[in-house]
């Protein structure tokens, strides 16, 4: 896989000599109103409780992360689908400056809507592939148990109570870009050196 990225970042490099290119991931998590639960500490003869009700409503972060910087860039959405995933592609661009003088390889998995025929590229942004069924390749996949931390063992009203709590939480990890680049940043990514 290095190999495969090293390789198609050389190539924009060389298309577009004069452009600043980087190196990102993309990935979907979903999140509901189903709980979490997770194990925590109690005192010795206490046991835990967790409020607990079942509901099987969603909602959808797509995440951007640069594993060399650490930066992070989310939305929060609805659905996956290939339409969203065009307007996601679009605002990244346009908030990331991407054109003829700023380039992004983006990693994504094989999701049904990344690989559509309907997908609407930017200029600026160049998308590869990973393996199927390799969710270990994806840096952006580490970012999951970080999302999840203050949803774990709660149980939401609604699916605006939840995204309220989501949206503060990806406020909070734009923040913490030494922790995201520690948690993403795979030895053999950050060799590609962009």
């Given at each position: 896989?290095?190999k495969?990225?090293?390789?198609?970042?050389?190539q924009?490099?060389?298309?577009?000599?004069d452009?600043e290119?980087?190196?990102?991931?993309e990935?979907?998590?979903?999140?509901?109103?189903?709980?979490?639960?997770?194990r925590?500490?109690?005192?010795e003869?206490?046991?835990?409780?967790?409020?607990?009700?079942?509901?099987?409503?969603?909602?959808?972060l797509?995440?951007?992360v640069h594993?060399k910087?650490g930066?992070?860039?989310?939305?929060?959405?609805p659905?996956?689908?290939?339409?969203?995933?065009n307007?996601v592609l679009?605002?990244?661009?346009?908030?990331?400056g991407?054109g003829?003088n700023?380039?992004?390889?983006?990693?994504?998995?094989?999701?049904?809507?990344?690989?559509?025929?309907?997908l609407?590229?930017p200029e600026?942004?160049?998308?590869?592939?990973l393996?199927?069924?390799?969710?270990?390749?994806?840096?952006a996949?580490?970012l999951?148990?970080l999302?999840?931390?203050?949803?774990?063992?709660?149980?939401?009203?609604?699916?605006n109570?939840?995204?309220?709590?989501?949206?503060?939480?990806?406020?909070?990890l734009?923040?913490q870009?030494?922790?995201?680049?520690?948690?993403?940043?795979f030895?053999?990514?950050?060799?590609?050196?962009?």
């Amino acid at each position: 896989m290095e190999k495969k990225l090293a390789t198609e970042v050389e190539q924009i490099q060389t298309t577009y000599p004069d452009a600043e290119v980087q190196l990102w991931c993309e990935d979907e998590h979903r999140l509901g109103l189903k709980p979490i639960l997770r194990r925590v500490y109690v005192p010795e003869g206490e046991t835990p409780i967790a409020d607990v009700h079942w509901r099987f409503k969603w909602l959808w972060l797509y995440a951007f992360v640069h594993p060399k910087t650490g930066e992070t860039k989310a939305w929060i959405l609805p659905y996956v689908n290939t339409e969203l995933f065009n307007q996601v592609l679009a605002d990244f661009a346009r908030e990331f400056g991407l054109g003829t003088n700023k380039h992004i390889l983006l990693a994504v998995d094989r999701a049904g809507w990344h690989t559509s025929k309907n997908l609407q590229i930017p200029e600026g942004l160049h998308l590869t592939f990973l393996p199927s069924h390799s969710p270990e390749l994806q840096p952006a996949e580490r970012l999951w148990t970080l999302v999840d931390e203050p949803l774990a063992n709660q149980s939401f009203n609604s699916l605006n109570d939840l995204e309220n709590i989501l949206f503060h939480r990806c406020q909070s990890l734009l923040q913490q870009q030494d922790l995201i680049r520690g948690l993403t940043g795979f030895h053999w990514w950050l060799q590609i050196g962009v």
